[in-house]
């Protein structure tokens, strides 16, 4: 590490924002079954958050650029995300869960496409490094899941709400700890491109696309996992374990992401990431009763979203220029929130329906349409910086 990368302090931020999602992905599913609702109502109570990841990048990422100030964005978003999400202590009816659910996503949104800008100008000319920072967000969601697995092994899930506050304290105070940095001009550059004159360049458009696909494609995985291996008699604590070995996977990937990317191009890592996908949903939903198929699902979370996300990343970095940075790091999650809520409202809705095997199909299927659309429309020449 060089002496002027605030390493640890941006890594605590990714360790605690992403024990979060690690106490969220696996287990607010289950709580609410835990409550007594119906598998429609989990859908859309999921769901509600990711719709937030829509409307709330967007107009943050605008605010981000417009006045420079990210971090104070950061830390506002976190104290608010805290303080709305307190609410659910005051009831537990479903209305109530759903403007909780609305409110503490509106703000937990805002924070990390502008944290990711900041992270992004601290690297610099560094940005293959930025996967080794990174991946201490994989270590919070796998120190989480493992730890309220076992915990809920032993307890009951009516503590759930109180684990999600203490984590979303901790986001609180990495962020307090974090030095702000701002994107530095560069001469090939241009600042007065616009945002839209860069989106419309060739294979932006259907990157984005195919980002909402893939996130689709995991609203089955991150919505029912759980209920699904707990149906099938899993234990809470094996379940938590196997969450775990797929983020392994994944800090394994992101370890090894600057080798990848330095000898495969981004399009090529996007394809083979959307096709390991759609392989991986219909082993999840047809053989997930056999252990070991369980344990090489979870190692291609390694692919569906260690390979994904850092190429990802990578991609919206060298198609905006720097006063876009922060528009297109937040379009890049609502396209996400667009496709995660559509996942979780359609799982929840066919889960009783059609049943485990054909919602998974239906996923397999959203990853192999976005292969095919990658595999169409974004070329190696398309690769290059802003001109």
Known sequence: MTSTLPYWRLSSFYLFYFALLGATAPFLALYFDHLGFSSARIGELVAIPMLMRCIAPNLWGWLGDYTGRRLAIVRIGAVCTLASFALIFVSKTYAWLALVMALHAFFWHAVLPQFEVITLAHLREQTARYSQLRLWGSIGFMLTVVLMGRLFDWLSLDIYPVVVVVIMAGIIVASLWVPNAQPAGHGNRLAGDGFLKQLRRPG??????????????????????????????YSRGVIGLLWALGVVAEVLMFLAMSRILARFSLHRVLLASFLLAALRWLLLGTFAEFFWVLLLSQVMHAATFGSFHAAAIAFVQRSFGDKQQGQGQALYAALAGIGGTLGALYSGYSWNLLGPPLTFGIASAAALAAAVIIGLHLHEQNQGTVP
């Not at 458009?205 to 008699?233: I, K």
Request: net charge negative.
């Open 204 to 233: 932006v458009l259907a990157f984005y696309g195919c980002v909402a696909l893939m996130q689709l494609s995991h609203g089955p995985y991150y919505t029912f996992l759980t209920l699904h291996l707990e149906h099938l008699g």
